[in-house]
């Protein structure tokens, strides 16, 4: 998967948590019941998801889609080096587009 969709000059970033299986059978970010319910939204205020730039903070899918892989404790206050590196790439790619608005979804 890309680091993001959607065009570099947009103004308005939205971030998942993680790639799950239905966005890695299908190739993008924020899919299946999730991507519907974010689309109509984006409708409803009046964007497309093609007017953002979408991304998640870690693009590998944790294992059985259980976002504590990624966390050495049951709270997940403890990041792995995995998921504090994935968030190292998620700012350097925030620094680059500067979009003025981020929208974070997810846990």
Do not use: H
């Amino acid at each position: 998967m890309l680091p993001y969709e959607g065009p570099p000059t947009a103004n308005i970033m939205i971030v998942g948590d993680s790639v799950y299986g239905v966005d890695e059978r299908s190739g993008r970010y924020l899919q299946g019941a999730v991507g519907e319910t974010l689309d109509k939204l984006l409708r409803e205020a009046g964007f497309s998801r093609n007017d953002c730039i979408v991304t998640c903070i870690s693009r590998q899918k944790p294992p059985g889609d259980k976002l504590e892989f990624f966390f050495d404790d049951a709270k997940m206050f403890k990041p792995r080096e995995f998921w504090q590196r994935s968030l190292n790439e998620l700012k350097e790619t925030i620094e680059f587009l500067q979009p003025n608005i981020i929208i974070a979804l997810g846990a």
